[in-house]
């Protein structure tokens, strides 16, 4: 079995595990929407740095969140620096999340919850056109990625529908590589090597 093949073995696994476990906790614990941040069971669009995907979730015991999704950046191509840039990303996720002050009446308590998880990038590569001596070349960023999060929930919008903002990061695990000498570089500087893998985006969803 390939690498990729048993990744997604694994992620699946999770899945299965942690819906279990949202079953188990719908049963034992009685949870009050009125202090939630999370529905009882949703499905929504997502939209942010990552793309645009799906998303599905199911909350257990007092407390937690299981979600898991899909993501993808469309094949746009922009001009920078003069010279045409793509990004091919698509990836899925697990994500628990919690909200520390359960049960507190304030709206920050009712809404703030912190997530970790796990991603994984079927692709993640920058494609960059050359310029004079420079050949087009591409960069492919790590695919295995914890993650590390906070956002704020359960913001209503109108009826049944409702939203979800998160902040945070899809850490690398490996060092990003290059086809045409060290331009990996220029994906791990400054602000360049976080944008890769940072997380901020809005989903809207219908909970049930």
């Known amino acids: 079995m390939t690498m990729q093949g048993r990744l997604i073995k694994d992620f699946i696994w999770w899945m299965v595990i942690l819906a279990g476990m949202a079953w188990c906790g719908k049963v034992e614990a009685q949870v009050l929407p ?13 939209l942010g740095t990552q793309g645009i995907g799906i998303q599905g979730t199911a909350s257990f015991l007092r407390a937690f969140n299981a979600r898991f999704g899909f993501n993808m950046v469309p094949g746009i191509t ?30 920050w308590s009712r809404k703030w919850f912190v997530s970790a998880g796990m991603g994984y990038y079927f692709s993640n590569t920058i494609y960059r056109e050359g310029i004079g001596a420079t050949p087009n070349y591409s960069v492919s960023m790590s695919k295995v990625r914890p993650y590390i999060g906070t956002g ?11 939203m979800r903002a998160d902040f945070g990061f899809f850490i690398p695990t490996s060092a990003p ?5 060290n331009k990996a ?24």
């Open 152 to 162: 704020l929930g359960n913001i209503r919008v109108f009826n049944d529908i409702s």
């Open 185 to 208: 570089n220029t994906i791990t500087n400054g602000l360049k090597g976080l944008l890769p893998g940072m997380n901020a985006g809005l989903t809207f969803y219908y909970h049930f």
């Open 78 to 107: 922009v001009l920078y620096n003069s010279r045409d840039l793509r990004l091919d990303r698509s990836s899925v996720y697990a994500i628990v999340d919690w909200q520390p002050r359960y049960g507190g009446g304030d709206w």
């Open 34 to 46: 009125e202090y939630s941040a999370f529905p009882k069971t949703s499905v929504g669009l997502q």
């Open 177 to 181: 590589t290059s086809t045409y000498e």
